[in-house]
């Protein structure tokens, strides 16, 4: 069983740059994908970026591409979100989820084990 936490949410204005952080713990593993999906009040959650463990190969949504990054440290079992230039529409609570296959980064059926979530506030 793997266990996810975030960290790093917070508030800031726009224009700003916020990072997040995505602790795995429980069972190790070396393949899979993990994602970061977001929540805003009143919205879907929706996917925002997504990474396969292995390759280190990425996707991201369009709205966020160009100023987030996501990336990997498997040694840490730690993934992060690198947030620039955030505008007010990117307020949400963040998750990290994890898929234990390489399944379609975008679908949240895809992923089995999810965080908490952490809230990020961009204020205008």
């Known amino acids: 069983q793997v266990q996810l936490v975030e960290s790093g949410g917070g508030l800031v204005q726009a224009g700003g740059s916020l990072s997040l952080s995505c602790a795995a713990s429980g069972r190790t593993f070396s393949s899979g994908t993990m994602g970061w999906f977001r929540q805003a009040p009143g919205k879907e959650r929706e996917f925002v970026a997504g990474i396969r463990w292995d390759s280190g190969s990425t996707y991201s949504s369009n709205s966020v591409k160009g100023r987030f990054t996501i990336s990997r440290d498997s040694a840490k079992s730690t993934m992060y979100l690198q947030m620039n230039s955030l505008k007010p529409e990117d307020t949400a609570v963040y998750y990290c989820?994890?898929?234990?296959?390489?399944?379609?980064?975008?679908?949240?059926?895809?992923?089995?084990?999810w965080g908490q979530g952490t809230q990020v506030t961009v204020s205008s």
């Open positions: 989820a994890r898929a234990r296959t390489s399944g379609t980064f975008y679908l949240r059926s895809s992923y089995d084990t």
